[in-house]
């Protein structure tokens, strides 16, 4: 049997709210990336997608609720583009990591070439922003960060497995990677030039914490 008119009407119902929740998220992910989470309030997002308070208090009972679908939107976005790219198996262990470093750079790039300034990580954006202020929100942020630590530490483990790399802390190696790769993007936010991430970024493989005794 084919659908009937109620069936249709209902299958349009549910993706135009998909639709409208997804624009919403899609928009407030470009102002908090390119201003600030604490800058950005409810109603500038409204304005922004074009939408009612009314339909945003629908989809997201509060601004926490919005920045938290924010943040996995960014993830999932990562995860399917630099990190997909960058740490895929069938590359070498420590050529990933320069892959990574590569997408990176050409990522805020871009996100320069388009605002006219760097907007620098939006994870740890939101952690100098609101990591005192929100428990649950630095919770979050913290759970991406260590995520993405993890690329760093398989294909450190795999390094070591195959001879590349001498027998190293592998855990402490990828979160120190990982801080120092944070580390430069704030630099680079600071001097609005995606140009020192290409610079410094190579550096990020010398990087080494030696096992415990």
């Known amino acids: ?99 990574f470093v590569e997408g990176l750079y050409v990522f805020q790039k871009a996100q320069y070439e388009e605002f006219g300034h760097l907007p620098g990580c939006p994870f740890g954006n939101l952690v100098m922003e609101q990591a005192t202020q929100d428990e649950m929100l630095r919770q979050k942020a913290d759970g991406i960060l260590r995520s993405l630590a993890n690329h760093f530490r398989v294909a450190i483990a795999d390094a070591v497995q195959g001879g590349e790399l001498a027998a190293i802390d592998e855990e402490a190696t990828a979160e120190a990677m990982l801080g120092y790769l944070e580390g430069i993007q704030l630099l680079a936010k600071a001097r609005n030039d995606p140009e020192l991430i290409r610079r410094l970024g190579p550096a990020v493989k010398s990087i080494r914490v030696p096992e415990e005794t």
């Not at 208090?57 to 960014?74: C, G, Q, Y």
């Open 1 to 99: 049997m084919g659908l009937t008119y109620t069936d249709r009407s209902t299958i349009v119902a549910a993706m135009s709210r998909i639709n409208t929740r997804q624009h919403i998220v899609d928009t407030a992910s470009v102002l908090f990336h390119t201003h600030s989470y604490a800058e950005i309030g409810v109603a500038t997002v409204c304005n922004q997608a074009g939408v009612s308070k009314g339909s945003f208090f629908h989809f997201f009972p509060s601004k926490r609720d919005l920045i938290l679908a924010v943040m996995d939107h960014f993830r999932e976005h990562i995860a399917g583009t630099l990190i997909a790219q960058a740490f895929a198996p069938s590359l070498p262990p420590l050529q990933r990591i320069d892959k």
